[in-house]
């Protein structure tokens, strides 16, 4: 891990959302964190007070001595905080105005602005977390459901950390023996070493693919699942986006072509994150406006994790319904035979001769047979992942991408020991596999990768 940094300026910031509220907090790091505090507040002497309590009090201006506002604050004193560095938390009353005086009455005495993520980032510099960790601290802010929150706090705990680290010392136990016949070749055991390089690189490698394996539930778990609900007009695409939201999200009428444009929405099914999408319906129209929708509505299924695709039960299958059905047929999909109550013209098993994706029958208005939706979604992302909550898990495309590359490396090791190359130079791909997934945890991570992936945190945090 990175060693503690004590150079580091002190920083300040408002780390609750910016609005009216009960309480607002903002916060400072650095080594003098407790003095410009002190220097605001009136109350107790801030540097003489013992560590982690908290103290009532006002804030002042130092200048024109006037009352600002009536707070609580937090001390904190390092090593034993997030940062490691001294912190101090302001508790103020929530409000815009009030909340930015006291943030600025901190930079004119002494704290800088902090830039965004540049909590964690310094809680990553010093050691407290990894990059996983760090990355998780996100996830639980943006988590939507129990279960994805469940996953970034097992995240949190380090257990993707534990993980990697695991792999990490197989690879360079292997190779530290290499060295050691490098260093005493008349030992002669090229065979013996070799061998050993590429049952590890096998297994660590199987390990890795294990870890990949989680990827598109992690992915799903931490952006949502991009969920289309797509067809005709006046075939209950907005009735049930309202039944998903539990409201009235959308208009719903009789009218054909109500919708225009597409709506967005999240809801949680079984405790997976859906993000919805209700699109305009797809048809063939000359109304311009119409036009612009039914383009979002096909832009919406080429970029959809899953269509939901809804058919008018009570009609004949259209000439359109089946544009839609050869339109979505690559795509991950379920077909929803909707107005069961209005009696049947498309049955389960005519769609089924076309395609093998699951069939939903149901009447959205009186609600009949919607929980088989939560339950065929289910099957086809999460199947075998019952516990998903409790198990490591890879969560972003920056980490899934790392682990195939370093799997890569690692069948190179598995390639060049088959082929009797110099185990000097199949040892450049051990360490390759090696440092790759040293930038996974941030053990091996260039500077400017650590300055980007921090900077898409929000501010405050």
């Known amino acids: 891990m990175a060693q503690v940094l004590t150079q580091f300026d002190t920083i300040a910031a408002i780390s609750t959302p910016i609005g009216e509220g009960g309480i607002s907090i903002v916060r400072l790091s650095g080594e003098d964190a407790i003095e410009i505090a002190n220097k605001v507040f009136k109350g107790k002497d801030l540097e003489q007070v013992a560590t982690h309590t908290i103290h009532y009090g006002h804030i002042i201006d130092p200048e024109t001595k006037k009352v600002v506002d009536e707070a609580m604050v937090s001390v904190m004193k ?51 977390i990894d990059l996983t960790q760090a990355e998780s601290v996100m996830d639980i802010i943006r988590a939507k459901t129990d279960k994805s929150r469940e ?213 959205i208005l009186e609600r009949n047979n919607l929980d088989s939706l939560a339950t065929e979604i289910e099957k086809m992302f999460f199947s075998g992942l019952e516990n998903s909550a409790n198990q490591v898990m890879v969560t972003n495309q920056r980490q899934a991408g790392l682990l195939q590359k370093a799997r890569q490396s690692l069948q190179e090791v598995i390639t060049g020991v088959d082929s009797s190359m110099p185990l000097d130079l199949v040892q450049i791909d051990l360490k390759d596999a090696w440092d790759t997934l040293g930038e996974i945890t941030g053990e091996s991570t260039p500077d400017e990768l650590i300055t980007e992936l921090f900077s898409q945190f929000c501010l405050g945090k």
């Open 78 to 128: 390092g090593p034993k905080t997030f940062t490691r560095e001294d912190v101090v938390e302001i508790n103020c009353h929530g409000g815009m105005v009030v909340t930015n005086e006291i943030l600025q009455l901190l930079l004119a005495n002494g704290a800088r602005m902090a830039d965004p993520g540049e909590y964690t980032k310094r809680a990553f510099m010093n050691g407290r």
């Open 151 to 363: 996953i970034a706090m097992n995240q949190l705990k380090g257990g993707l950390l534990g993980q990697i680290r695991e792999l990490r010392q197989n690879l360079l136990d292997t190779m530290a023996q290499e060295e050691v016949n490098i260093d005493y070749p008349e030992y002669d055991m090229d065979d013996m070493t070799g061998n050993q390089m590429k049952e590890v690189a096998q297994q660590v490698s199987k390990k890795i693919e294990k870890l990949l394996l989680t990827a598109q539930e992690g992915k799903i778990m931490r952006n949502g699942l991009a969920t289309a609900i797509v067809g005709r007009p006046n075939v209950g695409k907005s009735s049930l986006l309202n039944y998903l939201t539990q409201d009235e999200k959308a208009i719903v009428t009789d009218i054909a072509g109500t919708t225009r444009d597409t709506l967005e929405e999240y809801v949680s099914i079984k405790n997976i994150p859906l993000k919805l999408i209700d699109t305009a319906g797809i048809h063939e129209t000359e109304d311009k406006v119409e036009k612009i929708g039914v383009e979002r509505s096909k832009k919406a299924v080429q970029d959809a994790d899953l269509v939901l695709l809804l058919l008018d039960g009570s009609r004949e299958l259209s000439d359109e319904d089946k544009e839609l059905l050869d339109f979505t047929k690559f795509k991950k999909r379920i077909i929803i035979l909707n107005k069961s109550d209005l009696g049947s013209k498309i049955t389960r098993e005519m769609i089924q001769k076309i395609t093998d994706s699951p069939v939903i029958m149901t009447s």
